[in-house]
């Protein structure tokens, strides 16, 4: 492995044992950067979870997050980068409309940051903060 490769290990496990509300600025940070929120598909389209009585599109800040997260019964499923744009023209819409709520930055131990969609968007448009 090269240290390119260890470092780049590192930091993603790091970014996965973060706390729930860094890992939420962690992601808004990278989506700022990047213009981009990944989404899991199945053949069925866009992944969903249960959150107590609320359904939740998981999202993620980058592909690996994703696809580390893509096992056990998501193991069939593929990331997918929804441009910022189109996020926030189309999805945010469509979530509120579906009374869909956004599971953001999901690990194995942790649901995430559960926001409403007009909560995430507004949190996109808020300036950066590091985690």
Known sequence: MNDATAAANEKFE??????????????????????????????DGCVMLANEDDDCVPVWP???????????EWENCTA??????????????GLE???????VFPTEDDDGTILFPDEFD?????PKKRY
């Not at 980058?62 to 056990?72: C, F, L, P, S, V």
């Not at 409309?97 to 599971?103: F, G, H, K, N, S």
């Not at 507004?122 to 808020?126: D, N, T």
């Open 14 to 43: 790091l970014t996965l044992n973060l706390g729930a509300k860094k890992r939420l600025a962690f992601m808004f940070e990278t989506v700022q950067e990047y213009k981009q929120i990944w989404i899991l598909n199945d053949d």
């Open 62 to 72: 980058e592909r690996i997050y994703a696809e580390a997260w893509a096992t056990g």
């Open 80 to 93: 997918k980068a929804i441009n910022l744009q189109d996020w926030r023209t189309r999805w945010t819409p």
């Open 97 to 103: 409309e579906d009374d869909l709520l956004i599971a």
């Open 122 to 126: 507004s949190q996109l448009k808020a």
